[in-house]
């Protein structure tokens, strides 16, 4: 498994003319490919922010990411917007505001950064398509319309579109918010498998913080002034489990990685 995102010193916020607002600093860790890695911490800590830094959708304020590419580890901010559109993939919790449009109309969305101005797919991309329609075991949703979805339907058709795209890391931002519990299990679960078998680099954020412990090959804690990252086993073993977890009326077993509600 290899280290294909590096955070170096990373300094995460925002920056006005007038002001500067930190939201967390000296981030170092590494995510792997291969692996499914869950980033957990409370509302407000700075999950969404990193997510959105780690994506290249706003800069980082200091520090430092590194990627690797075909000619080795760069830095995100080194990138242009095409070499990022084939390295990393996106699935953001909004739902897809789209009408009049077919599931596989979707997912060849993914195929933009090959397609040039027109976006018209050719018999490879269309076999790209396939394939990913395939991987997300969708096939039966193919003809369908978008709107016409179901929560737990439309974030599996999010899915294939990133892996239509090619790139070997995927963010996703709270891919299970809108789903039921049998929904959010099929969706993370699914994560763990495509990570496995097609190598690729899988991050998200979550709040399922007992479904992430099962699932995930490795957990980024963000508390206070501090990223703990590890396994799931780790985490628990050195107590940052317990400090992110427990509070009044919620005990966390640190044996069995399960959480209970006392009062």
Request: proline share 3%; net charge negative.
């Amino acid at each position: 498994m290899n280290e294909t995102v590096i955070l170096t010193n990373l300094t995460i916020g925002y920056q006005t003319k007038q002001h500067t607002t930190v939201v967390a600093e000296h981030l170092n860790a590494a995510i792997k490919s291969g692996e499914l890695t869950c980033l957990l911490g409370r509302n407000g800590i700075g999950k969404s922010t990193l997510l959105r830094t780690l994506s290249a959708f706003q800069p980082a304020l200091g520090g430092e990411i590194l990627m690797s590419t075909d000619n080795g580890q760069q830095p995100v901010n080194s990138l242009t917007d095409k070499q990022l559109s084939r390295l990393i993939g996106v699935v953001l919790t909004e739902k897809p505001d789209v009408r009049n449009m077919t599931i596989e109309e979707l997912v060849g969305m993914g195929r933009s950064p090959y397609t040039g101005f027109w976006g018209t797919l050719s018999k490879d991309d269309k076999r790209i398509v396939d394939e990913a329609i395939q991987l997300v075991s969708i096939e039966s949703l193919r003809g369908r319309y978008v709107h016409t979805l179901s929560d737990g339907e439309r974030q599996k058709v999010m899915i294939a579109k990133a892996l239509a795209q090619q790139t070997p890391i995927i963010y996703l931002d709270e891919p299970t918010a809108f789903l039921d519990f049998p929904s959010k299990v099929e969706v993370m679960q699914l994560l763990h498998r495509l990570a496995r078998e097609q190598e690729k680099t899988i991050f998200l954020s979550t709040h399922d913080v007992e479904l992430s412990l099962q699932v995930a090959d490795c957990i980024w804690l963000m508390e206070e002034g501090s990223l703990s990252v590890g396994t799931p086993r780790q985490l628990a073993d050195d107590g940052a489990l317990s400090r992110f977890i427990e509070h009044k009326g919620i005990q966390f077993n640190a044996e069995t990685l399960t959480i209970r509600v006392t009062e």
